[in-house]
């Protein structure tokens, strides 16, 4: 019997992370919560360079104008 | 079971499945040896165990292992186990993933007097890189 190339016996979903046996019968339903958490981990390099590049604009003079407008405008 | 198999048991369960760190001192000799095809030297002593579980667990900070199975021959202990926790923590340079996993192993514990003194542990470390996408989960055919 030709041996083949090893797979697990549990995947993560790909919508929401959970772990899920690959042989089960029944149709794996995702949760909310997890979903939520799953894609703040998968958008999370994003969210660190959009913080990271909206600090660095703030350090502009640009940036410093635009929030000292918005205290003056508050 | 007897009292080496149930120090296995809290091992797996307690120090590594719950993040209970101090027991490291109770079950785990201080010349203990550890051996994990995970980890790049041997595992030394109680910190030793509790700076291995304390990596896992940053990685899986919800990680929890259960114990399916134990055979005690004189004063070694077999222990099968799963764990399943998701990887939200940097692991081998892998960043966090969100994904949750499911891996089994096998760990055979050495006591004396009382205490673990060596420890031999091989883990599904290929299906854990499949399910975090590090690896391939399929060889792809022509």
């Known amino acids: 019997m030709p041996l083949e190339f090893p797979t697990p016996d549990h995947m993560p979903c790909p919508d929401c992370g959970a772990s899920v046996p690959v042989a089960a019968e029944e149709a794996h339903e995702c949760d909310d919560e997890r979903q939520l958490d799953f894609r703040l981990v998968e958008l999370g390099p994003d969210i660190a360079r959009f913080d990271d590049d909206l600090a660095a604009w703030l350090d502009t003079p640009d940036g ?5 407008m918005a205290q003056y405008d508050r | 079971m007897g009292k080496n198999a149930d120090g296995s048991r809290r091992i797996i369960e307690e120090i590594f499945g719950a993040g209970n760190y101090e027991l490291t001192k109770e079950l785990i000799g201080a010349d203990a040896v550890g ?7 041997p595992i030394n002593g109680p910190d030793g165990v509790a700076a291995s579980a304390r990596g896992y667990r940053d990685a899986f900070p919800d990680l929890t292992l259960t114990v399916n199975q134990q055979i005690a021959d004189g004063d070694y202990v077999a222990t099968r186990w799963t764990a399943k926790g998701t990887h939200k923590g940097d692991l081998f340079g892998i960043a966090p993933t969100g994904k949750q996993t499911t891996v089994t192993g096998i760990t055979i514990d050495q006591w004396t007097d009382g205490k673990v003194a060596e420890s031999w542990t091989n883990w599904d470390t290929l299906g854990l890189l499949q399910q975090l996408g590090a690896v391939p989960a399929a060889m792809q055919t022509a």
């Open chain 1, 64 to 68: 410093r104008f635009a929030c000292f």
């Open chain 2, 35 to 41: 051996h994990d095809p995970a980890q790049p030297a």
